[in-house]
Structure formats: structure tokens, C-alpha cells
């Protein structure tokens, strides 16, 4: 069975640059999760889908970052303007019989 | 909300000792309760879960975890470590029912001597 797939796995891009991460979840996940995982720092929770919908975005900043997931699959995470405290992994997940969650192997963005 | 505590930052240990890394979750009812591995440039990685039942759970790579209703704890024990268990370990609580917000501790490090 073939894991979380993101991409890139590496970004690097000036302040006020926008940029934009994929994420694939395992073959019939429902649940998708998007994480902001800042260095020395616990995963943090930025919005959670069930299939196509929002079950929870309370934590992200919704005036720069935005996320979709057309069609319950793929889902991307946008970043517009970057700012340097963005700089972190963006790690992906995914769940079948929530809350057991498989993850990615994340993207991890430097902003300068 | 519900809150995870891991309150060792490093744990430095020798190869072949033994290991407990601690975890505490403030919440007003038993949660779904994990522990996630994560090597350097790599995701997380499941090492085991509690949902309910049996409180010493077994996991991958030889790791078990405890839990403790009275001490609100969930500690993660190996009898012998070995220096490929050096990583990040992250402990996370998830609220039964409802919409199934994780939340995850700070997580701990630890550090493998030959």
C-alpha cells in the first residue's frame, strides 16, 4: 500500500513570495490532515477535511494560508504572502478509521 | 480543550539501557492516546495507540506504553535501547467522538551513547 505522498519535499523562497504544497493521501482516506511543524516544536493541527469539507481550520491564518481538496483526494496548502516565521515542515496526514493517522514525509519550507 | 504535557525536552541514555519518556494529557475524559516516532528529515511515524481496554499496550520496535487513568499519564517504556531508537518522540491525544481534533505534545528527544 503506497504511503502519503507530498511534494516538494524542499522550498525555499523569499518574504511576500506566494507558494504551494500537494499532498496524496492513502487510497480511501476520508479524513486529511495539514500540520505546521515548527523546529524544536510538536506538530500543530492547521485545518482538518473530511472527504471535501472543513471539520476544522480554527488555527490557521486564514489571511495568508488557504487550503483545499477537490473531489475528497489530493489537497494543496497555499501560503500567500510568506512570511519568515512560516518557515517550518508542512507535514500531511491521512485516516481511514480516525483518529489512527498516517503521515508524510513533509515539505520543509525556508523562507529568507 | 484538551492539552499534552511531555516535560523532558532531551533524555540522553546508553546503549542497552532502559527507556521511559514521559506523557501527561489534561482532559475530562479518556482520550484515543498515541505515540509517534520521528527521525531527522522524515514524517511521523506510529509507533502505538490506546483506545481502550488492556492499559499496557505494545507497539513497533519493541516499544509498550502504560496508561494511567488516576495520573492522567501515558509513559512510553523500552526495555533495551538501541542507538537507531535516537530520534523525536511525540506523544498525542485525541478527544473520543465529536470531530476528532489531534493534539500533539512538544515532543522529546532522545539521544542514544554507544
Known amino acids: 500500500e503506497a504511503g502519503v505522498a507530498q511534494s516538494p519535499r524542499y522550498k525555499i523562497i523569499e518574504k511576500r513570495q506566494s507558494v504551494a504544497f500537494w499532498c496524496n493521501p492513502i487510497s480511501g482516506h476520508a479524513t486529511l490532515y495539514w500540520y505546521q511543524q515548527i523546529l524544536g516544536q510538536g506538530p500543530k493541527l492547521l485545518i482538518q477535511?473530511?472527504?471535501?469539507?472543513?471539520?476544522?481550520d480554527s488555527q490557521l491564518p486564514k489571511d495568508r494560508f488557504s487550503a483545499e481538496r477537490l473531489k475528497g483526494v489530493d489537497s494543496t496548502l497555499k501560503i500567500q504572502p510568506a512570511k519568515l516565521e512560516d518557515s517550518a515542515v508542512y507535514l500531511c496526514?491521512?485516516?481511514?478509521?480516525?483518529?489512527?493517522?498516517?503521515f508524510g514525509p513533509g515539505t520543509r519550507l525556508t523562507v529568507t | 480543550a484538551q492539552s499534552v504535557t511531555q516535560p523532558d525536552i532531551h533524555i540522553t541514555v546508553s546503549e542497552g539501557a532502559s527507556l521511559e519518556l514521559r506523557c501527561n494529557y489534561s482532559y475530562g475524559a479518556t482520550p484515543y492516546l498515541f505515540w509517534y516516532v520521528q527521525s531527522p528529515g522524515q514524517g511521523l511515524q506510529l509507533l502505538l495507540k490506546?483506545?481502550?481496554?488492556?492499559?499496557l499496550v505494545q507497539g513497533i520496535k519493541g516499544f509498550e506504553a502504560e496508561f494511567k487513568r488516576s495520573q492522567s499519564s501515558f509513559n512510553l517504556r523500552k526495555p533495551s535501547v538501541h542507538w537507531s531508537d535516537a530520534a523525536e518522540y511525540f506523544c498525542a491525544v485525541v478527544p473520543p467522538g465529536g470531530s476528532y481534533i489531534p493534539t500533539f505534545g512538544r515532543g522529546t528527544s532522545l539521544i542514544v551513547h554507544p
Open positions: 496526514a491521512s485516516s481511514l478509521s480516525v483518529p489512527e493517522q498516517y
Open positions: 477535511f473530511q472527504n471535501n469539507g472543513v471539520v476544522d
Open positions: 490506546y483506545f481502550s481496554g488492556d492499559t
